[in-house]
């Protein structure tokens, strides 16, 4: 099962990368697999220092935000507790995690993670359908270079119909977000 959640880095300098992550997990989260493209920051980082933090969210504007790569507001973070890495405190559990192997023989990586220690802040508040919704545009939103545009469109029409009836104003304003970057990345490509 892919269990969609946001997975918080460092890089030798110690500076944060926050990406959004849906890595194959078990239902006992004692171990996980990643599989980051090559290309990305969180590749590089796990390079570098091969452990993270991954965490359950159920803020689809936190993870609107990582997936084009823009967190606007300030994240409230804490150092993790066991490794050298970053808890958000927006999450809602998360799981601190030490890389085993690196099996770098296709485009994406395949990472095996052992996690070393988890920890809860709140409950879950859930997912509804506009929630929902977002996850899938900020999906998309990542694969804009892998996608034909047409496609995208498509889906994103009717994600919005799913946003506009049961989202809130997270939701309204994470799906703009997206619905922004994905029709800039297209005319860009097609410039």
Not at 5 to 24: C, E, H, K, S, W
Not at 171 to 176: I, V
Not at 177 to 188: F, K, P, Q, T
Request: contains cysteine.
């Amino acid at each position: 099962m892919i269990l969609e959640g946001i997975v918080t880095t460092l890089d030798q300098a110690g500076r944060l990368n926050v990406a959004p992550m849906g890595p194959i997990v078990d239902e006992a989260m004692t171990s996980f697999v990643l599989r980051p493209f090559k290309t990305s920051q969180t590749y590089q980082n796990l390079r570098q220092r091969p452990q993270g933090v991954f965490h359950v969210v159920d803020d689809v504007l936190l993870l609107a935000e990582a997936a084009i790569g823009l967190p606007t507001a300030p994240l409230v973070t804490r150092p993790a507790e066991v490794i050298e890495g970053t808890i958000l405190e927006d999450a809602c559990r998360w799981y601190e995690f030490e890389i085993d192997d690196f099996d770098d023989s296709q485009e994406r990586t395949t990472l095996r993670a052992r996690v070393v220690h988890t920890g809860r802040l709140r409950d879950f508040f859930g997912f509804n359908r506009a929630k929902h919704a977002v996850l899938e545009a900020a999906i998309l939103a990542t694969r804009v270079h892998l996608l034909p545009a047409a496609e995208i469109a498509t889906q994103m029409d009717a994600l919005a119909i799913l946003v506009e009836k049961t989202g809130g104003d997270r939701e309204r304003t994470a799906f703009t977000l997206l619905r922004d970057y994905i029709e800039g990345a297209e005319v860009s490509e097609d410039s």
